[in-house]
């Protein structure tokens, strides 16, 4: 039987490591809606995104080309860590008594312990080569401000990060770590900007949103031309980067002679998920795989399982073009779960458009079923994750626990994309019976939507 051995890990080669980004765009069966201008309502353009963005990143958002160069400059840094581990969760698979064969791409190898630097650097690198000396961002958990300010470091540029407060307080050594590498750390919302006053003057305890964080960061760099803006998610570009993760689990499988039956992945705006899906729906539209696909989303934030499918702002504060994307409102603050990364109002357009055509699925999770499967994954592979994956292994468990009701051998693949280390008081507040689960009243949160959506400009 392939796989059946008890390889644990299955590793590349640095030479065997991608050299190109695939764009998934290019192999799209339908095209997805164009980001709009919210002035005009007219598709965005190179220009607008200007005051933000390199023109080399503007580039990779818009194009049709099916694959993008990986610079040398980039490959340099990523071989610091890259080509990383796929596993074979043996021991977890024994604990659960599956005949279903389990296997993790382990990005917590990176030096922010997360898949976050895999388009940090690269957003480093194009900024600099612009002359750019400053990057603004915002961060949830924090993953993605520690990967931009390594990023940052590496090519002599300043970061200045804004935390969701909510994070902030809960995550104090993500926020040295940050510091360690050279950024700078704010609480958002702050007194800093226009935007963090306009929320703290409304609701002075906020615990903030990513939403929030987003219009804080945007607008200082918007203040500013040798300072531009970098998003850790969502962007078509962002979501590029980030296959080279699949790009290199193809090629463990192979090694192997296994091919995956079900693909599963957290979702927050989508840039892990897609790491790993986009190469693997390649293979499927070609015929050489069929696949399932599934996003999983917690439930105090569902914006694929519950959202609407609709042009929404991506931050608060209206800064941003409007993308068409499962949305719960700009607006949308939800409660201060743990999976910092993944408390984001919206879907990144590419996921929210396969998701509308049917191309993958999915289904949301309470925290306290995502902290046991944790715990269960800490207790067997001695990987201790990041809140964000164990929506995953949660999801993996359950097929895996439905293979053995049934007998099925199904190849299950997912992402294990941080470690928790950083996280341990989430793991403590689980553990001591702390954690709450949240969810929403459907008929709730579709008039919550629809009322944030009727502040939107009129479009033609």
Not at 88 to 97: C, N, S
Not at 267 to 274: A, E, V
Request: hydrophobic share 40%; aromatic share 8%.
């Amino acid at each position: 039987m392939a796989g059946a051995g008890k390889q644990h890990k299955i590793t590349l080669d640095e030479s065997e490591m991608p050299t190109r980004w695939y764009n998934v765009v290019h192999d799209l069966p339908t095209p997805p809606p164009p980001p709009l201008h919210p002035g005009t309502g007219q598709p965005v353009g190179p220009d607008d995104l200007a005051p933000l963005f390199p023109t080399e990143l503007i580039m990779q958002e818009v194009t049709g080309e099916q694959y993008v160069d990986i610079p040398e400059e980039v490959l340099d840094v990523y071989r610091l860590w890259r080509p990383s581990p796929l596993f074979r969760a043996h021991r977890l698979e024994a604990a659960l008594g599956t005949p279903a064969r389990i296997y993790y791409k382990y990005e917590g190898v990176s030096p922010a312990g997360s898949h976050k630097p895999n388009t940090a650097v690269p957003q480093a690198y194009y900024n600099a080569r612009a002359g750019i000396t400053k990057l603004t961002t915002e961060t949830g958990a924090g993953q993605w401000g520690t990967a931009l300010a390594f990023a940052c470091a590496q090519y002599g540029i300043d970061c200045e990060v804004w935390q969701v407060r909510a994070s902030y307080d809960q995550k104090p050594y993500r926020r040295l770590m940050i510091e360690t590498f050279g950024g700078t750390v704010h609480p958002s919302p702050s007194e800093l900007t226009a935007a963090g006053r306009a929320i703290l003057a409304e609701h002075p305890d906020s615990t903030g949103s990513l939403g929030i964080a987003i219009s804080e960061a945007v607008e200082i760099a918007a203040q500013d031309p040798s300072t531009n803006y970098a998003l850790g998610s969502v962007l078509n570009h962002v979501l590029m980067h980030q296959t080279i993760i699949g790009e290199e689990a193809l090629l463990q499988l192979a090694k192997i002679g296994e091919t995956p039956d079900l693909l599963v992945g957290c979702t927050g705006g989508g840039s892990n998920f897609g790491g790993l899906m986009f190469p693997f729906l390649r293979e499927k539209w070609a015929g050489w795989m069929n696949p399932e696909v599934r996003a999983v989303e917690p439930s105090a934030c569902p914006s694929l399982t519950q959202g609407t499918y609709a042009y929404d702002f991506g931050d608060t504060a209206g800064m941003t073009p409007l993308l068409k994307m499962h949305t719960l409102g700009h607006d949308f603050v939800p409660d201060p779960i743990h999976s910092g990364g993944l408390r984001y109002h919206g879907m990144s357009p590419l996921i929210s458009h396969l998701y509308e055509t049917g191309e993958i699925g999915a289904v949301a999770k309470p925290q306290s079923e995502c902290f046991a499967a944790g715990v269960l994954f800490a207790r067997t592979e001695g990987i201790v994750p990041a809140p964000e994956p164990t929506h995953a292994l949660a999801a993996a468990v359950e097929e895996a626990l439905a293979c053995k009701e049934s007998g099925e051998e199904k190849v299950i693949v997912t992402a294990l994309c941080g470690h928790g280390h950083l996280d341990l008081p989430a793991y403590g507040a689980y553990l001591e019976g702390k954690v709450t689960d949240t969810g929403w009243d459907d008929a709730e949160l579709q008039a919550a939507v629809a009322e944030a959506l009727t502040r939107l400009p009129a479009l033609a």
